[in-house]
């Protein structure tokens, strides 16, 4: 089986490293010349577990293989993956211009028959648009199959996430091309991982659907630790006990500053377009849009509640912060949509000095904050003559400090612990003035 992959980004890449992983011939093209010459060098340009041992194993074993070259890729094999970019416009909707740019390379260049596989998330219908694209360039006689073909990968597991899935959806028009994914993924069927099959547009709904339900709890755990602290209840105890009901399940139930990330954020405006393109107004999903970017607020306000602080131009003018965690969640260097991202800012805008430390998402952060911050070495440096600590991102490393010593370099020991990683009753113990989402 050969396969290509069009664009390198996080999905490309682990497609094609875990495909290749499986036994295929893949060769991953993106127009980035010198991100393809840092990969042919094995140099990985995202932080991602067990992804640079997967590339290099595979580049060595001669299946895996990069280009810039679309055309010769095209060519060459008989599935082409889209896996380029949909960034969001500025009205919610996603941006198609990478995706019709690789619909009209593969067109000029199919061959005989290929199956084109659409694995960016991309809006209900976009699997129609790229075969009317493909169509009007390559004429009626070609043949060519569209299929829809969605990832579910978290950043962080997406190497684990890709080899065990939950499920595979494809969304395919013919039994030919049906026969051909499940070739693809021959080795997950031998593992028995489950297949969906289903038409292109359920199968781009699926997606949506998914990342947002999942939005949604994060969100509605995020309102009851709100509800929580009105009410005296310990939102963890909550959501253990509500987790054990086998409807609702134990994931996703974490309260903190709200989600980010490349996907929740950017598929949930997408998919209130979606509805509102169509003449339907999906509620819910609006309102998940709106109390998250809520909720990232809500965290300012917290840690002016905890130190005392009126809200107010200037209000935190002469006192610094230290920020633990910047990425949107741990195990990456992503910093896209990170709630550190509005905290910090808010925090700036009012006055304050910050530092910050992030185990990896240090250079990318600097994108965000530039010079206005101070970047640290390490958790102790960060917290180094401090009026507060905010844990903005659960790394691992970050739920075993010495509390005591951190308590010791700081100025003052107010803690708002924005992930719930320590006990609230320890902490303050410990003399800390602390906080955290929804905990007694
Ligand atoms: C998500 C989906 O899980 C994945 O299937 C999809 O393909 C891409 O989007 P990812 O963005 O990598 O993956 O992160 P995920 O682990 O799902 O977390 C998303 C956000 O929700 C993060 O900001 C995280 O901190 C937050 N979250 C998650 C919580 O606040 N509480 C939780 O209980 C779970």
Sequence with gaps: MRIAVIGTGYVGLVTGACLAEFGMFVTCVDIDEKKIERLKRGEIPIYEPGLDDIVAKN????????????????????????????????????????????????????????VIVNKSTVPVGTGQRVKNIIRSIAGEKVRFDVVSNPEFLREGAAVNDFLRPDRIVIGAESEEAIAIMKDVYSAHYLNEAPFVITNIETAEMIKYASNAFLALKVTFINEVANLCEYVGADVHKVAKAMGMDGRIGPKFLHPGPGYGGSCFPKDTRALSYIARSNGYTFQIVDTVIKVNEEQKLRM????????????????????????????????????????????????????????????EAMENAKEFFGDRICYCKGEYEAVKDTDCLVIVTEWNQFRKLDMEKIKSLMRRANLADLRNIYEPSKMKALGFNYTSVGRL
């Design 59 to 114: 580049v060595k074993e001669g299946r895996l293989t990069f280009t810039t070259n679309t055309a010769e890729a095209v060519k060459n094999n008989l599935v082409v993956f889209i896996a380029v970019g949909t960034p969001s416009s500025d009205d919610g909707s996603a941006d198609l211009r990478y995706v019709d740019q690789a619909a009209r390379d593969i067109a000029q260049n199919l061959n005989g028959y290929k």
């Design 300 to 359: 300012v306000d917290k840690i002016l509640k905890l130190m005392n602080i009126e809200k107010k131009d200037g209000a935190l003018k002469g006192l610094r912060f230290a920020i633990l965690g910047l990425a949107f969640k741990p195990n990456t260097d992503d910093m896209r949509e990170s709630p550190s991202i509005t905290i910090v800012n808010e925090l700036l805008n009012m006055g304050a000095e910050v530092n910050a430390f992030d185990p």
